[in-house]
């Protein structure tokens, strides 16, 4: 774990600048900003059909990096501003796992699925991805597994629980990059089973339709874990990355499976 460690608190002494620029935003953008109002989002007036329909978009202004709930993408500030892929040190496979990602994030769709033993750079690999995005004004988040399922589990908690617990799905399915740790470390409740199958097989669909990226880490290689997940993980179309080992298999391009 050392050098992950060594990464982010090296991260954490990047410029001070940038930490003081945050605490005195107040709002998603500039308050009389004149494209969204200061509100920091858009509903673009597209057609029923197109892939952005019905998607809020940042405002060009704005920055997802001064929302007041930024905490919710799963970085620190710190880790927002200034986690780089010049974080990650040359050891074990980690660059073909970076080489990975950044080809999903460029094309904007697809599956990453890394897995290897502890202090491989497998979180910190995800962090980056997911500080990137942000930077880059597009919505992002690092999670675990478990702390997916524990906040759709506390939608039980709403008023209207069915409504809540479709709403935060929904969230969770709708981010164009999601980042999630621990795949393999869950709870196997029947409840903790039910919905990361929801998840995971929606995000599937996404990467599909070609709208969202799917990053996950695990402990065990992809054909340890639940059989639909092993399939969608399998399925020819994914980057597959094994850290520390010798052996790393880049997903097959896209047009040969269509
Ligand atoms: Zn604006």
Request: aromatic share 8%; glycine share 8%.
């Amino acid at each position: 774990m050392k050098p992950i460690a060594d990464a982010i608190s090296q991260a954490a002494k990047k410029p001070a600048g940038l930490a003081i620029q945050i605490s005195a935003a107040t709002g998603p953008c500039e308050p009389d900003c004149s494209i969204c109002g200061g509100s920091g989002w858009l509903r673009p007036n597209l057609p029923v059909g197109h892939p952005e329909f019905g998607k809020l978009l940042m405002c060009p202004n704005g920055t997802l990096l001064r929302l007041p709930n930024a905490e919710r993408y799963g970085l620190t500030p710190d880790e927002a501003h200034t986690l780089d892929w010049s974080d990650v040190l040359d050891r074990g496979n980690i660059l073909k796992a970076v080489q990975a990602i950044q080809l999903a994030l460029a094309r904007q769709y697809g599956w990453v699925y890394l897995w290897g033993d502890f202090g491989q750079g497998k979180t910190l690999a995800l962090k980056i991805a997911v500080a990137y995005t942000l930077r880059n004004r597009r919505f992002a988040a690092y999670v675990r597994m478990a702390s997916v399922v524990e906040n759709l589990r506390a939608a039980f908690d709403a008023q209207d629980p069915s409504i809540e617990a479709e709403r935060r799905l929904e969230w969770w399915t709708d981010l164009p990059v999601l980042a999630i740790d621990e795949v393999d470390r869950l709870r196997q409740t029947a409840y903790a089973a039910e919905q990361q199958f929801l998840l995971l097989d929606r995000r599937y669909e996404q990467a599909l339709r070609q709208r969202a990226v799917t990053l996950l880490a695990a402990n065990i290689p992809p054909d340890q874990l639940p059989g639909y997940l092993a399939d969608r993980v399998l399925d020819g179309r994914f980057a597959i990355v094994r850290l520390a080992g010798a052996s790393a298999r880049l997903g097959m391009d896209w047009d040969v499976k269509g």
